[in-house]
């Protein structure tokens, strides 16, 4: 499977814990994107990196959530003291420049249930 | 603020129809457009993308309408199947160039095919 990938598919963890995901984009796309949905909702844009470097972080990503992606292939994405509201599921997506290949394509999700 | 949105949360359509399920968005700078399909418990994927400069475009049984005059956006599914079942996304980017490249997505309409 090419696709994107992401581990562990679903994480249960008390609040307080720290949690960490992995996400293996398709192989050369440089640019990584992570995305949070909630029940009901659509997917909301936490952070993204082209190669390395993370370019952009939306207001939700809180001193509590930190991702890197430290030789431009896979991402890694951080919780610390993870809270209730911190359940959601977690996607990841991976596209490759230039234009017009800038279609995300995304992974099946980490679902993180916070009790 | 800026948003993209659906007209309709849920749609049931008799296999064999045609559906179409319709977006609209506020932002006037977007510039490429995307649908997607969830399925339960999977990931977003891909179906159809549309760019600005565009006012239709055609896939395999998909068909993507795009009216910025009155900024709407359509997706039409020809001869519906029961594997069409799934909720649907429109996303929205002002790529060209505005540096943002985050996806904004609204909430989703649940297609039901009654078989």
């Known amino acids: 499977d090419t696709g994107v990938s992401q581990n562990p598919r679903h994480k249960i963890t008390k609040r307080g814990q720290n949690v960490t995901f992995r996400c293996d984009p398709i192989s050369e796309h440089n640019r990584l994107y992570w995305y949070r949905q909630t029940l009901g909702q659509g997917p909301e844009f936490l952070t993204y990196f082209q190669n390395e470097a993370q370019l952009e972080k939306s207001r939700l990503l809180s001193d509590r959530f930190s991702a890197e992606r430290p030789k431009g292939s896979f991402s890694t994405l951080e919780i610390q003291r993870t809270e209730q509201g911190d359940s959601a599921m977690y996607l990841c997506?991976?596209?490759?420049?230039?234009?017009?290949?800038?279609?995300?394509?995304f992974g099946p999700g980490t679902r993180l249930l916070v009790l | 603020g800026e948003s993209v949105g659906l007209h309709l949360p849920t749609l049931s359509v008799q296999e064999g129809d045609n559906s179409i399920i319709n977006c609209a968005y506020s932002?006037?700078?977007?510039?490429?457009f995307i649908w997607y399909k969830q399925e339960s418990g999977k990931g977003p994927q891909f179906i159809i993308d549309i760019r600005s400069n565009m006012d239709k475009r055609q896939g395999q049984r998909v068909t993507v309408l795009l009216n910025k005059t009155v900024k709407h956006l359509s997706l039409q599914i020809a001869a519906t199947q029961p594997g069409d079942s799934a909720v649907y996304f429109c996303a929205e980017t002002p790529y060209s160039g505005a540096g943002s490249y985050q996806l904004t997505f609204g909430k989703g309409t649940k297609l039901s095919v009654i078989p």
């Open positions: 932002n006037s700078a977007s510039d490429y």
């Open positions: 997506a991976s596209s490759h420049t230039p234009y017009p290949q800038e279609t995300q394509y």
